[in-house]
């Protein structure tokens, strides 16, 4: 494929998101638009097709902002650069949203017609005017059954504030209003405002790893011109490299001449450390420097923590790189080294939420190839000391002496389930369970409601999806925001294995739930520790008082095969490959502890 | 065993008229055909040994005489008596074969007729073994085994009247939901019909035979680890108070003299040869053996090729840990100042600490130089072998 070459003026060049609510069509949308303007082959096209990691196909859902360049002829008869992002829907990845919105000028706020405006499709209508975007509102879904264009009209007009008769209507999946919604885009979002004559100023907002080209960063040209040759340097980072290539993301790259003013592409510039770059830094030429770099944007905070430990410690190098790689891609993942008596060396990392864990750890598995074991997720504690200093824990191995703590607080979370109205009692009821709070509903329409309820966050990790699903046999859908840190009562639950403690299984609970998450730790080490030599003693304590107990008994009996006809090296192989089994296995007081149980201990609380 | 402690034979007979659902040994039903071209064969493979016996991949053969022949199976005593002397003939003509060596024949209690059991006693077999399993008609119908309780009585008697110096008998325990009261009196059965050696076997579920996918389609459960443990103490206070103590963890003789003189060179690396299917060899710090299949083992020989399938050269750990995972599972033990290559003392101090701990746990007793495993030690005796850290060593070829 090749790119029409000529730089796009200014003017016809529009840089525009799709934000949404989660599975409210944008991706669907996306694909409609980029066959309308032939950027795909028939025959190479797929649904979700900006959706190309095996994690996002496999989940229908869309875990990365996805930039792709359209050339679209309107019915003006001009033709026009149009730069669109797809953005991710769930909570877990506004940051996504945020970073994109950061190189648009305006945006498309999709809304569902049956399901009308949602908790995200609010907040990313806050976040796109935070960044004082341009945006048309699209109901979409127009041809199902159950659509209610009328009530989402007015769910724009009352929720959002936006002009109900300026919204687009349109079917994406069955081609309805494509045209509409191109030339929407067209003329009621702004073309960017940049000076290609100016001093260079370039965005990056992505970037990807290539293999043979090293960090492919994708930006926003703000002014100047970025082009092959050029002496670059990043304004934060304060290096220098030199442009090898620039182009635009045709769903491919595409080779071109130049970025100029306004224009959204790749450059590769031969950086082969991930570390070199950083997402929000600003491009400018090494010669003639911009003044100011561009404003760059604050973070996500993790509100998730979990620690990482490659299952074998001779991964720990390869786990190094895949997280700067991952990392380069996924700016809200933070990670700083950790090390445990048990597991080894690893990482301690921050999320964004519970989703945003299970799809950082898929991908480290699957990208990487990398075995992993991850330590129960844990919130940050604020915490007053007796001194009156304050401090954030989300390590247990961090917890202070209990003796030096004034006060714990602990993250809340607003929680929004819908669900059929058969479930609200077991509903109601598993929300008591993990200490929820005013917890309330009401009816959506005959038969559906919506519970809220402001839980603990720490709640809500430990085992909440899993019983979510079970109780509401898969019907409940769950959604939450942060809400605030409120006084709580926290211990530290240690596990022990024959008198010694598990560093790697010890966590921070609420008082009232220590006895019950300790019992069931030992439980899962009980099904899972092999019987040993001797009898094993598994203990849940707080201090020096145990609050819940199994024992392992003793192995009694080998399987003793008879050594046939002198075949003696199948039976040593066998012992062999016990004993290499056996260094495979973490010692805790002189017990041999298999991944397994670590597995068993620590998985599945998460798993949705 | 101080008079014969010179190289021992193996000849495989890859023959059993039905296969138990259990066996995971190198056997067929073959017919009279079968059998001829087995024997053929066999001869061939005598004839390829070379001047001292054995095979040419033995670079010094060990120069002392094979003092047992033992010939295993399958189901040896299926051969007539005419061709198991032929074999013998063409294996003295060949090898160095001592005059008064020790022969063993393993049996099919039905084949043990009383002028067969004298035909074997002439032709200088001294120790005869029956494959019995078990003397409760449910627990032989399980196993698939053809014979009667009463049948496998009558060809021990047979044996014990034709005067063997050993009369030894097989038997199968841990079968799914066996009661410890079941197969004591199994045991006491088997005491009654005055044996001098008895093995006894935990029934293990080998993968690819159909007690292997029975339990893959859990259709069959393994005896649960407490109640096997239960019936391996049972076995051994039973049988040593019945006068027939335990040497090794399954095996048990009225008196050392009965003890298994063949099987005791596999435990402690004395050279041995294997002719016939599957045979395993050993001799100079290494291990041979032939292939599995009858037809595999065939073929090379009809190339007038020796049909090896691997050869195995053991390092120095290889050695010990064989010589501690075997010694673990006699009542002897393994004595660390014997052990290949004089590194008993080290291995001892590095795992000084293991062994307190075996010996405070009651699973071994030490005596000098000698671990030796209590029988609680025994009953877990792969697990206290692994539990000894080799660290240190090379694995260097010897
Ligand atoms: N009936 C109907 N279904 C649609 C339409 N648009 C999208 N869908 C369906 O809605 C589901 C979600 O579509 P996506 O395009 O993946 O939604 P999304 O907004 O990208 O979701 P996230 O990226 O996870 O936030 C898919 O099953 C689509 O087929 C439409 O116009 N009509
Ligand atoms: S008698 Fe022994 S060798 Fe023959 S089939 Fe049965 S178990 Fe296998
Ligand atoms: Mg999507």
Redesign the pocket.
């Known amino acids: 494929m090749v790119a029409d070459r000529g730089t796009p003026s200014v003017d016809s060049i529009r840089n525009f998101c799709i934000i949404?609510?989660?599975?409210?069509?944008?991706?669907?949308?996306?694909?409609r638009l980029i066959q309308s303007c032939g950027a795909v082959e028939d025959r190479e096209f797929r649904?979700?097709i900006l959706?190309s990691m095996d994690i996002e196909r496999e989940r229908?859902?869309?875990i990365k902002s996805n930039t792709v360049t359209l050339l679209y002829e309107a019915q003006d008869g001009n033709r026009y650069t149009l730069n669109l992002i797809?953005?991710?829907?769930?909570v877990d990845f506004s940051h996504e949203v945020r970073r994109s919105l950061m190189s648009c000028e305006g945006a498309l706020l999709?809304v569902?017609a049956s399901q009308g405006v949602e908790a995200q499709t609010v907040a990313n209508l806050y976040l796109a005017l935070e960044y004082d975007l341009e945006l048309v509102p699209v109901i979409?879904?127009?041809?199902?059954p159950s659509a209610d264009i009328e009530r989402a009209r007015e769910e724009i007009s009352e929720d959002l504030g936006l002009d109900p008769y300026e919204a687009v209507l349109?079917?994406?999946?069955?081609g309805?209003g494509i045209e509409d919604v191109l030339e929407a885009v067209v003329h009621k979002l702004p073309p960017p405002i940049g000076d290609p004559e100016a001093k260079l100023q370039a965005l990056i907002f992505d970037a990807q790893y290539d293999p043979y080209r090293g960090v492919v960063m994708i930006c926003r040209v703000k002014d100047g011109r970025l082009r092959p040759g050029q002496r670059i340097r990043l304004m934060h980072s304060d290096k220098e490299f030199e442009v090898e290539e620039v182009g635009q993301l045709q769903l491919r790259r595409v080779k071109t001449d130049e970025l100029s003013a306004g224009a959204v592409g790749y450059v590769i510039a031969g950086i082969k450390t991930v570390r070199d770059i950083a997402i929000g830094d600003t491009i400018t030429e090494a010669r003639h420097p911009a003044e100011e770099p561009l404003p760059g944007y604050k973070e996500a905070k993790p509100v998730v923590f979990s620690s990482i430990y490659p299952m074998s410690t001779d991964d720990y190098e390869d786990l190094t790189t895949a997280l700067d790689k991952l990392a380069l891609n996924d700016a809200a993942l933070t990670y700083e080294k950790d090390s445990s008596v048990a597991l080894g060396f690893g990482f301690r990392c921050g999320f964004l939420g519970l989703l945003h864990l299970d799809v950082v750890q898929e991908r480290l598995k699957r990208e990487y190839g990398l075995s992993l074991i991850l330590s129960a997720p844990s919130v940050r504690y604020e915490i007053t000391l007796q001194s009156g200093e304050e401090i954030a824990v989300d390590n247990p191995t961090l917890y202070p002496d209990p003796s030096q703590i004034q006060s714990a607080t602990e993250p809340y979370i607003k929680a929004s389930i819908m669900m059929p109205e058969r479930y609200i009692g077991v509903v109601m009821e598993l929300c008591r369970e993990k200490r929820g709070l005013n917890t309330t509903f009401n009816y959506l329409s005959v038969g559906r409601v919506e519970l809220t309820s402001e839980l603990p966050l720490a709640e809500v990790l430990f085992d909440f999806y899993d019983k979510l699903k079970t109780v509401t046999q898969g019907y409940g859908s769950f959604d939450y925001e942060m809400l605030d840190y409120r006084p709580t009562d926290l211990v530290k639950v240690d596990i022990l294995v024959n008198g010694e403690p598990v560093d790697a299984l010890s966590q921070l609970v609420h008082r009232d739930m220590s006895r019950a998450r300790a019992l069931r730790y030992c439980e899962r080490l009980e099904e899972t520790i092999p019987r040993q030599q001797f009898k094993i003693a598994i203990q849940g304590a707080i201090g020096g008082q145990i609050i819940a107990r199994s024992t392992i008994n003793a192995y009694r009996k080998d399987v003793t095969a008879k050594c046939y006809g002198g075949d003696i090296t199948r039976k040593r192989k066998l012992l062999e490959k016990q004993r290499e089994g056996k260094k495979r296995m973490k010692v805790v007081g002189a017990v041999e502890i298999p991944q397994s149980a670590f597995m068993a201990v620590l998985t599945s609380d998460t798993q949705k | 065993m101080s008079d014969f402690d010179g190289p021992g034979l193996y000849i495989h007979v890859p023959f059993c008229t039905h296969i138990c659902p259990y066996c995971d040994f190198s056997v067929l039903t073959g017919d009279r055909s079968w059998q001829t071209r087995y024997l053929q064969h066999l001869s061939l493979e005598i004839e390829l040994l070379t001047e001292s016996g054995w095979p040419e991949l033995v670079r010094e053969p060990p120069s002392e005489a094979f003092d047992t022949i033992y010939f295993g199976g399958g189901t040896p005593s299926m051969l007539p008596p005419g061709n198991l002397e032929s074999i013998l003939e063409a294996v003295r003509a060949k090898m160095h074969v001592r005059e008064n060596a020790w022969l063993f024949l393993e049996a099919n209690p039905e084949d043990v007729t009383l002028k067969a059991a004298t035909t074997w006693r002439q032709m200088g077999f001294r120790t005869i073994s029956l494959g019995v399993q078990s003397f409760a008609e449910d627990n032989l119908a399980f196993l698939g085994r053809q014979h009667s309780p009463r049948a496998a009585r009558r060809g021990l008697d047979n044996a014990l009247a034709a005067g063997f110096d050993t009369v030894a008998m097989d038997l199968i325990y841990g079968i799914p939901d066996q009661s410890p009261r079941a197969w004591q009196s199994d045991l006491d059965e088997a005491l009654a019909a005055g044996p001098h050696h008895l093995s006894c076997y935990q029934l293990t579920v080998h993968p690819r035979t159909p007690f292997g996918f029975r339990q893959l389609r859990g259709e069959m459960m393994e005896m649960d680890n407490d109640d096997q443990a239960e019936l391996f103490m049972l076995t051994h206070r039973h049988l040593a108070a019945g006068g027939m103590p335990g040497y090794e963890v399954s095996n048990f003789a009225a008196g050392p003299q009965h003890r298994s003189l063949h099987n005791q060179k596999y435990w402690s690396h004395s050279p041995y040869l294997g002719l016939g299917p599957s045979a395993h060899s050993f001799a100079r710090g290494r291990r041979w053996w032939n292939p599995r299949k009858i037809k595999a083992w065939m073929a090379p020989l009809d190339a007038g090729r020796p049909p090896l399938e691997s050869v195995e050269e053991l390092g120095l750990e290889s050695l010990v840990l064989e010589s501690l995972m075997l010694g673990l599972r006699t009542y002897d033990g393994v004595d660390f100042d014997n052990l290949p290559g004089g590194l008993g003392p080290a291995l001892w101090r590095d795992n000084r600490a293991t062994i307190d701990e075996l010996v405070k746990r009651g699973l071994a007793t030490v005596d000098r130089s000698r671990l030796r495993p209590t029988l609680a030690g025994l009953a877990i005796a792969d697990t206290v072998a692994r539990s000894l850290d080799l660290g240190g060593l090379r694995n260097e070829p010897t």
């Not at chain 1, 797809?86 to 769930?90: A, L, N, R, S």
């Open positions: 949404a609510h989660i599975d409210h069509g944008k991706s669907t949308l996306a694909d649904d979700q959706d229908g859902i869309t797809d953005t991710p829907g769930h999709l569902d979409n879904k127009i041809d199902l349109c079917s994406a999946k069955q309805i």
